[in-house]
């Protein structure tokens, strides 16, 4: 019996709390129409029903097969250790509606059920919040076992669908992000990609453009030197007459002070050694008027000092002017 395990005060209490839950559901009915009434329109899709299990299996097929002794005593034992609605197959509301299907004219197990009802209706309500919409249809179950006019059994079967809906929305919202940001992953790395192949372009330009210019100033290079040494050949050619003419009279030029070439300094580090072919004239008075090089090897090494050590030479006055070539030699342990 009921009386047995519950006590007045807790008796006043569930009474308290089922009046309070079933004016408030009132109240929500009053307030908004059932899902059933309220058409589909082309914004607001109609919602499909939730698919409660039937009331005949909302208790455990092992529930059902015990006696009413032992029902009323598990009822006794879950409502002790506040088992009123969970866990599923060991609970007080499964236990009296399977107590209450051996003996429908007994008044405890309906004022029993009674006092179990608001507890369901606010678990299932809770189960929705928590979207653990399993457990919420096997509550419902319960509850429309209990009582199939329910005024809390439309609400909470709407609540339900519109959760799952809005539970299938924020997924597919989820998924459609995670695909938009995978592909912004993917774009991202599709431009980077790009970038790194256009610098890397653009360093293959570079590195041909300066190639090309070492190879034109090196084309340059070789051209200035193959037209030295044609024009120092065509010198050569030009002044070889005037040195066979002039081959007599350097037999006549006496020399007085003839100074050493200075050595540059850094042919002289470097231990180069060379020569130049110098063609000078000779004034009358024995100083070198005009001094020229011919020929030198290396090429500009020692030009230079040549040339002042020549203009420094002094020969005796002779009676006109004599043009003659000297080589100039460099040697660094001469």
């Known amino acids: 019996?009921?009386?047995?395990?519950?006590s007045p005060k807790s008796r006043l209490c569930a009474c308290l709390l089922l009046a309070a839950a079933l004016g408030a559901c009132s109240k929500q009915e009053e307030a908004a129409p059932p899902a059933a009434t309220t058409p589909a329109t082309a914004t607001q899709p109609a919602q499909a029903p939730v698919a409660t299990p039937p009331p005949s299996a909302a208790v455990a097929a092992t529930v059902q097969a015990m006696g009413a002794d032992q029902l009323r005593d598990a009822a006794s034992q879950a409502l002790r250790e506040n088992r009123m609605y969970a866990p599923a197959g060991d609970n007080a509301m499964e236990y009296y509606l399977a107590l209450r299907d051996k003996l429908p004219d007994d008044a405890s197990v309906a004022s029993a059920l009674t006092d179990l009802m608001p507890y369901t209706v606010i678990a299932a309500e809770q189960a929705v919040a928590r979207e653990q919409f399993d457990e919420a249809q096997r509550l419902v179950a319960l509850i429309e076992k209990a009582d199939k006019a329910a005024p809390a059994l439309p609400r909470i079967k709407?609540?339900?669908?519109?959760?799952?809906?809005?539970?299938a929305k924020r997924s597919e919202a989820e998924a459609a992000k995670a695909k938009a940001d995978a592909e912004a992953r993917v774009l991202a790395q599709q431009q980077q990609q790009t970038q790194q192949q256009a610098a890397e372009a653009a360093a293959a330009r570079r590195l041909a453009e300066?190639?090309?210019?070492?190879r034109q100033t090196a084309a340059r290079e070789a051209e200035q030197r193959e037209a030295a040494a044609r024009q120092a050949a065509t010198t050569q050619s030009q002044a070889a007459p005037a040195a066979a003419q002039a081959a007599p009279a350097q037999r006549s030029l006496r020399p007085i002070a003839m100074p050493a070439p200075r050595y540059p300094p850094d042919a002289l580090r470097a231990g180069t050694s060379g020569e130049v072919l110098v063609e000078f004239t000779v004034g009358t008075n024995g100083s070198v008027t005009d001094a020229r090089v011919l020929r030198a090897n290396p090429a500009r090494t020692f030009d230079r000092e040549a040339l002042n050590a020549v203009r420094r030479w002094r020969f005796e006055p002779v009676d006109a002017p004599v043009t003659t070539r000297r080589t100039v030699a460099f040697s660094p342990g001469g």
Do not use: F, G, K, N
């Open 1 to 6: 019996m009921l009386s047995m395990t519950i």
């Open 158 to 167: 709407q609540s339900i669908a519109t959760s799952q809906q809005a539970v």
């Open 210 to 214: 300066q190639q090309e210019a070492a």
